[in-house]
């Protein structure tokens, strides 16, 4: 079945980059997703990917897509303690409807 | 003018009781889910309904019942609470046009639910 997997702790020093990583197993993913999880609140879309791109950059955020390896990427550059949250990565195949979460990666900014 | 709306936003009850959270979206989506966080920030999804039709149903517990009284509102009734039901309950819509569809999802802020 789908599934979507990332490391579950990352801790960077702020003016850093930060680099998320994601791997996921459908093969027909469609649209790929990173979200933020901020504490006590709900998840934020913060980018998305078309399967059809390599890359895709807004402001301090890059997102990498290697689709043969079927592995993600979310850089944020010059990171700041106001990024310290969680970061799921998600993807979408498909299916109708179904978009399956990663289970969340705990970036720490280290002042 | 909040996109997506939870209620309540904490609630606390004893194991055995029959609480209700309530969801309303003012996006004009047609789709709508719940997701559980457990302790581990794990998300998982429970419903998914289209234009008020229950569309995915994960292996969810027969306690836990999905209403959908138009496409604006998914409420979720639980009975019979237990403990291992403690978690944080989201809410989340969606414009979805089928599998080729974008399909963002928004989520509302959480519910965050627990069973004494």
């Known amino acids: 079945g789908e599934d979507v997997e990332q490391s579950l702790f990352l801790s960077v020093r702020e003016g850093d980059s930060s680099v998320i990583n994601c791997t996921y197993t459908?093969?027909?993913?469609?649209?790929l997703y990173w979200y933020k999880q901020e504490p006590g609140a709900g998840l934020q879309l913060l980018t998305y990917?078309?399967?059809?791109?390599d890359m895709k950059q807004d402001q301090r955020l890059t997102v990498l897509l290697n689709k043969k390896d079927k592995h993600l990427s979310l850089r944020i550059a010059d990171t700041q303690t106001g990024d310290s949250a969680i970061y799921f990565c998600?993807?979408?195949?498909?299916?109708?409807?179904?978009?399956?979460f990663g289970p969340g990666t705990s970036l720490s900014v280290i002042p | 003018d909040t996109a997506v709306s939870q209620t309540p936003k904490y609630l606390v009850t004893q194991m055995g009781n029959d609480k209700s959270i309530k969801c309303e979206q003012n996006l004009g989506h047609d789709t709508m889910y719940w997701y559980k966080q457990d302790s581990k920030k794990f998300l998982k999804i429970m419903f998914s309904y289209n234009n008020k039709e229950l569309i995915i149903n994960e292996t969810v517990p027969n306690r836990f019942s999905p209403k959908s009284p138009d496409k604006a509102h998914l409420n979720l009734h639980i009975n019979s609470l237990e403990l291992g039901d403690s978690a944080v309950y989201f809410c989340?819509?969606?414009?979805?046009?089928?599998?080729?569809?974008?399909?963002?999802?928004?989520f509302g802020p959480g519910t965050r639910l627990l069973v004494l």
């Open positions: 459908d093969s027909s993913s469609t649209y």
């Open positions: 990917i078309f399967s059809n791109m």
């Open positions: 989340a819509s969606s414009q979805d046009h089928g599998g080729g569809s974008l399909g963002t999802q928004y």
């Open positions: 998600a993807e979408k195949g498909t299916s109708y409807d179904k978009v399956i």
